[in-house]
């Protein structure tokens, strides 16, 4: 059972334009959201999280959104750049040192053309 | 500050075989987490070491184990190879532990199983 799901598979924006990722939850245990970038042959870069007391979050062209009571999150990205083109994943955690839960979306492709 | 330096970064083995990856974590930081990643299951959390004790495990058989030494050095370790387990193995380390999502990974090594 996917508890983390991650949509779309792929996503190609002209330059400027609005990149948008979108991520469902099951688990109302979850308590902390983060998403990662990755470029290819690097491994995941933390980019921006959020947590469930908080409707949205914005750092430079990245903001998350977070819906509560749908039990959904999304990232935003404005005035997308070429070199925004990697995959993106969306995670979600509950809290707790020894067991946790730490579950990641499947990503989304991102290309950004000129 | 160096960053997480993972070995071997590509190797080849056969099924029926073990293997031993490794991960130097950035200094200071006490956790070390493993992951798997493939295209069609995405990203999936192994288990992590804090301070030289396995501090929460994901979903996978008991092929799959690690160790964290002294200097918070890590290493994974997979027996029996099956030809699933061909993927991008991450590590990434934390200062304060994975479920915190503040990670910082590797670039991972790559295992090819045939």
């Known amino acids: 059972q996917q508890q983390v799901k991650q949509s779309p598979q792929s996503l190609i924006v002209q330059k400027g334009g609005i990149s948008i990722i979108n991520c469902a939850y099951e688990?109302?245990?979850?308590?902390?959201f983060p998403w990662y970038q990755q470029f290819p042959g690097k491994g995941p870069a933390l980019l921006i999280a959020i947590r469930p007391d908080v409707s949205e979050k914005k750092e430079g062209r990245f903001t998350i959104s977070f819906n509560k009571s749908a039990k959904q999150f999304s990232l935003h990205i404005m005035d997308s750049q070429p070199g925004d083109s990697a995959t993106y994943f969306c995670?979600?955690?509950?809290?707790?040192?020894?067991?946790?839960?730490?579950?990641f979306g499947k990503g989304t492709k991102l290309s950004v053309i000129p | 500050k160096a960053g997480v330096t993972q070995t071997p970064r590509y190797l080849i083995k056969t099924r029926g075989q073990q293997v031993t990856l490794s991960c130097s974590p950035i200094s200071g930081h006490r956790s070390v987490s493993w992951y798997q990643q493939t295209p069609g299951q995405g990203l999936q959390f192994l288990f992590e070491y804090f301070s030289e004790t396995q501090r929460n495990k994901g979903n996978f058989p008991g092929r799959f184990s690690g160790r964290q030494f002294s200097n918070s050095r890590s290493e994974m370790n997979v027996s029996t190879l099956e030809l699933g387990d061909s993927a991008l193995y991450l590590c990434?380390?934390?200062?304060?532990?994975?479920?915190?999502?503040?990670?910082?990974f590797g670039e991972g090594s790559r295992l090819t199983v045939l």
């Open positions: 688990n109302t245990a979850f308590d902390y």
């Open positions: 995670a979600a955690i509950s809290s707790g040192a020894g067991s946790y839960q730490l579950t």
């Open positions: 990434a380390s934390s200062f304060s532990g994975a479920n915190t999502g503040e990670l910082f």
